[in-house]
Nanobody, 117 residues
Framework: QVQLVESGGGLVQAGGSLKLSCTAS??????????MGWYRQAPGKQRDLVAL???????NYADSVKGRFTISRDNAIDTVYLQMNSLKPEDTAVYYC?????????WGQGTQVTVSS
């Protein structure tokens, strides 16, 4: 079982920046992470992809965040980051960390990001 611990959400004004972090751990077991990333869910809406990054560093972004958000990861500490710049009110959502190993998918508990206009 893999546990995900997220941090970095909060309240920011439009045009501001936030950086999210998510660290994966699994006590007593060895796991191999294939993909890490972030999804978000706004009230009354479905959970949507924000960005993904593979173990080799290939990235995939939602069109709505291209050029503003940057995903990165540190494989040595099983941590994924999401640098969010030029934030807009429509970026307001709960952001969920996502990890795919060779055997399963895992989700974080979610961190709230609120962008005020």
């Amino acid at each position: 079982q893999v546990q995900l611990v997220e941090s970095g959400g909060g309240l920011v004004q439009a045009g501001g920046s936030l950086k999210l972090s998510c660290t994966a751990s699994a006590s007593g077991s060895i796991f191999s992470i294939v993909t890490m990333g972030w999804y978000r869910q706004a009230p009354g809406k479905q959970r949507d992809l924000v960005a993904l990054i593979t173990s080799g560093g290939d990235t995939n972004y939602a069109d709505s965040v291209k050029g503003r958000f940057t995903i990165s990861r540190d494989n040595a500490i099983d941590t994924v980051y999401l640098q969010m710049n030029s934030l807009k009110p429509e970026d307001t959502a709960v952001y969920y960390c996502y990890v795919r190993t060779r055997h399963s998918n895992y989700w974080g508990q979610g961190t709230q990001v609120t962008v005020s206009s």
